[in-house]
């Protein structure tokens, strides 16, 4: 499909331009966030605890006094950064050993496939709280536990993808002139299968935003004083019925980034795969 | 359908040897040693040396594990640290409630994805079919543990009556049934979301089959294309999705327990985490683990009764 067609589509789904207009509004909060932020988002203010949101303190301030829209906007890089990092990881992990097992098939496709089957019949949130607790949070072990339980999901991807390649009629061709193995994954296989793990991603990215900030509400993620969105949350839980506000916008924040990318994922989606369109 | 039960069952076994090792393993990626995590910097050699003993730590890590699984097959999951009690006493304490809350969600997802996604298909395109696609994925997006804060928000402290947290009892008593009521809706409405889209894409696929048009020309009452030649067929990629949802289902009521205070086995998997709490920790993983396995080994045999095709395989 050319590129206008492909274009004409994605913006006549007004819902994916609008979820287009959300990611990019925050990805620029995740990189000016911290400087456009009108309070210091750590330091406490005993001279304005709890107070409800006014024209100084937009999302009202928490028990320490701090100003829950300047945490707010700190927090979007932390959700950003977790977000992109641990797709990024997962996709080079997952598209590598989906598309090894799926080219080669046999004994490495069997054993890649149950491992993949092991780690998909775990429930993940379990398993994360396993792992991240027993590291006793922060950021790095946050990636590396969300790293862990979802490679699986890009390996079973790229490994239907790569199966159903490997039968085309060119990768024969290429065989049959000699082209190694190597050549004929990175020239052919990649190039052909990747623009799906690139629409997966964008599905995936709010799936890593949601399941972290869901991590550190529970605890074991970004440990407060920091600004999460997810344990800034969890802080305001305790002050529910006095100062609603504290969990109230995170939430609401966090949710409609989800939902911005979701739309866009799903965009996308209908986009590159007129097949899939023609029912939604 | 003898084979295929036979093979399934015999597929169980590396699954759940796998699903051992990785639960064993998921304690021990943390640098340190746990023996000195569980008692804190300021404990004295020896006593770590003692606990290091006591937990089979010093010896290798195959034999570690060998030790572990022999005494799990034997129905010994170890003691508790923090509550100097058997870890399967405190979890048989805990699941039944987790599995109500479970079940009671999932009966939430299943009714308003069916009832949505059903309407949804037959009717695309109409108000009706916009708004519920918007919403599904307006539900798939939204954080659980800050919908279950909502709902205490906006709901359970406005309706007097409404209990904002704890379990009240079996489900089955009125008192019960209330306290149920918000954790299941959080749990089993953003699971709605998923549900609604495969139920709507899948009946839309059917509806355009051959035999559909068949149907409806030998002149079948529109209700029964619906349901009896539609949604039978359309069933088949929803049973797979409930495979691949359960460990989702169960990874999210930790969230809810956490949330409405519900005494459950997430509720003692966070405690136990924080707790440091290692031999409960790892026990509950396992059950986990084992109630999912368990819960997608039926789902397949139910699939193979009701597409005959997969049995071929």
């Known amino acids: 499909m050319s590129f206008t067609i492909w274009k004409r589509t994605f913006s006549r789904n007004r819902l994916a331009m609008f979820g287009a207009v959300i990611v990019m509004g925050f990805i620029l909060l995740a990189i000016v966030g911290p400087w456009i932020a009108p309070y210091d988002p750590v330091k406490p203010d005993y001279q304005s605890l709890l107070m409800p949101p006014s024209a100084q303190h937009l999302m009202g301030t928490d028990q320490l006094g701090r100003d829950v829209f300047s945490r707010v906007l700190c927090g979007a890089r932390f959700a950003f950064l977790i977000g992109l990092g641990v797709v990024i990881l997962e996709g080079i992990i997952g598209v590598s050993l989906g598309i090894l097992a799926g080219y080669f098939g046999g004994a490495i496709d069997n054993v890649l496939m149950r491992v993949v089957d092991i780690m998909l019949s775990i429930p993940a949130m379990v398993l994360a709280i396993v792992i991240a607790g027993s590291f006793g949070g922060g950021l790095l072990p946050l990636i590396i536990t969300m790293v862990i339980i979802s490679w699986a999901h890009f390996a079973r991807l790229m490994r239907g993808q790569a199966l159903a390649e490997r039968e085309r009629v060119y990768i024969e061709a290429a065989r049959a002139i000699g082209a190694s193995h190597e050549r004929i994954i990175l020239r052919h296989v990649l190039p052909n299968t990747i623009s799906l793990a690139i629409v997966f991603s964008t599905l995936e990215i709010p799936w890593a935003i949601l399941f972290s900030a869901s991590l550190s509400f529970i605890g074991v ?18 002050y529910l019925t006095t100062a609603w506000w504290i969990a109230t916008f995170p939430g609401l924040v966090l949710m409609l980034v989800v939902l911005g990318f979701n739309f866009l994922g799903d965009g996308l989606r209908d986009a590159l795969d007129p097949k899939l369109a023609r029912n939604r | 359908m003898l084979n295929y039960l036979i093979k399934r069952t015999l597929l169980l076994f590396p699954v759940l040897l796998g699903v051992s090792i990785v639960v064993f393993l998921s304690l021990r990626l943390a640098p340190g040693d746990p023996a000195r995590q569980i008692l804190g910097p300021l404990a004295r050699p020896e006593k770590v040396e003692q606990l290091r003993k006591e937990l089979g730590l010093d010896k290798p890590i195959v034999l570690q594990y060998g030790i572990w699984i022999w005494r799990v097959l034997h129905g010994d999951l170890g003691q508790s640290i923090a509550n100097r009690a058997p870890t399967l006493l405190l979890i048989k304490e805990r699941i039944a409630k987790t599995l109500e809350l479970t079940f009671a969600a999932f009966l939430i997802t299943l009714t308003v994805s069916f009832c949505t996604g059903i309407i949804s298909a037959v009717f695309q395109y109409s108000i009706f079919d916009v708004l519920a696609s918007v919403s599904a994925l ?58 609604t889209r495969i139920i709507r894409s899948s009946m839309l696929e059917t509806l355009h089959q051959d035999y559909i048009m068949t149907a409806r020309s030998k002149g079948l009452a529109e209700y029964q294309v619906i349901l009896k030649h539609a949604l039978r067929n359309a069933l088949i990629p929803v049973i797979t999705l409930i495979g691949l949802q359960l460990p989702w289902l ?7 327990e956490t949330v409405y205070s519900w005494p459950g086995m997430g509720r003692l998997l966070t405690t136990a985490i924080f707790e440091r709490d290692y031999p409960l920790v790892q ?31």
């Open chain 2, 283 to 313: 026990s509950i993983a396992l059950i986990y683990t084992l109630i999912v396995v368990i819960a997608n080994y039926s789902v397949d045999i139910a699939y193979s009764v009701v597409d005959p095709r997969i049995r071929v395989d």
């Open chain 2, 250 to 256: 169960f990874g999210g009521s930790v969230i809810v």
């Open chain 1, 221 to 238: 993620g970004i440990q407060p004083p920091t600004p999460e969105w997810g344990n800034i949350i969890a802080s305001g839980r305790d």
């Open chain 2, 138 to 195: 307006f539900w798939l997006s939204m954080p659980s543990f800050w919908l279950g804060l909502m709902f205490i928000l906006l709901i359970a402290i406005r309706i007097p009556g409404l209990p904002i947290s704890g379990w009240g009892g079996h489900f089955w008593t009125w008192e019960g049934f209330l306290h149920l009521i918000l954790p299941a809706l959080t749990l089993g409405l953003p699971q709605a979301g998923t549900f």
